[in-house]
């Protein structure tokens, strides 16, 4: 079974400053997706940014990128440019590719603070 | 836009009832998935349909039972509430065959057992 560890129950960051979201995964499978999701206080849980392990090129969408490392099995989050609105609970996730089976393994997640 | 829409964002119930979660979505999804999220453990599947009356056990189905009549709606079942049930409950369906796109969420049921 795989398996998603966040080592960072909490992370802050000063406003405008750029910050790293650290996750690594267990898997025996080679073809896989990792997602990053955002859920803001009180507020839907929501899609990040996505990455398809069989890419090279890391995700990237406007001031969020990942640094996808497949051989060491780390999938981390880079904000750049923080703003208050980016205050959540981060939970980075794994999918495998198997049709029917298209489940998410969660991490226990980051809180993200924002420092204004 | 998808919709995933959850009866109720706040319930109280007593130890021992039988108590029904509700989740409608509106994007013809055949994926429904129930998840519960607690702090310091993340989010941790309950239960999870591929199609109307279909269903798979997650890592935690004890306790808990689902049901899927319609292909829009996915409901929980906690078939005799107990204390440690206590938690927030989140909703989720996605398209068939595309692991690679996202899960939309509803906004979730904080539920006390008393």
């Known amino acids: 079974a795989q398996t998603v560890t966040q080592s960072q129950p909490e992370m802050s960051v000063q406003e405008a400053e750029t910050v790293t979201l650290s996750c690594t995964y267990d898997?025996?499978?080679?073809?896989?997706?990792l997602f990053w999701y955002k859920q803001p206080p009180s507020r839907q849980m929501i899609l990040v940014i996505r990455?398809?392990?069989?890419?090279?090129q890391n995700a990237t969408e406007n001031r969020f990128s990942v640094n996808f490392q497949k051989a060491a099995k780390s999938f981390s989050l880079k904000i750049s440019d923080s703003q208050l609105g980016d205050a959540a609970m981060y939970f980075c996730?794994?999918?495998?590719?198997?049709?029917?089976?298209?489940?998410?393994?969660f991490g226990t997640g980051t809180r993200l603070t924002i420092i204004p | 836009d998808v919709k995933v829409t959850q009866s109720s964002r706040y319930l109280v119930k007593r130890t021992g009832e039988k108590v029904f979660l509700e989740c409608v979505q509106d994007?013809?999804?055949?994926?429904m998935f129930w998840y519960r999220q607690d702090p310091g453990l993340g989010l941790r599947l309950i239960y999870f349909?591929?199609?109307?009356?279909?269903?798979e056990k997650g890592d935690i189905p004890e306790g808990y039972s689902v049901s899927r009549e319609k292909k829009e709606r996915f409901s929980l079942i906690l078939e005799s509430a107990s204390t440690n049930q206590t938690s927030m409950y989140l909703c989720?369906?996605?398209?068939?065959?595309?692991?690679?796109?996202?899960?939309?969420f509803g906004d979730g049921t904080r539920l006390s057992i008393l």
């Open positions: 349909s591929y199609d109307v009356k279909m269903k």
């Open positions: 996730a794994y999918s495998s590719p198997n049709f029917g089976n298209e489940k998410l393994t």
């Open positions: 989720a369906s996605s398209r068939q065959g595309f692991s690679n796109q996202p899960q939309h």
């Open positions: 990455q398809e392990a069989y890419k090279q």
């Open positions: 898997t025996s499978e080679s073809d896989y997706y």
């Open positions: 994007m013809d999804h055949e994926n």
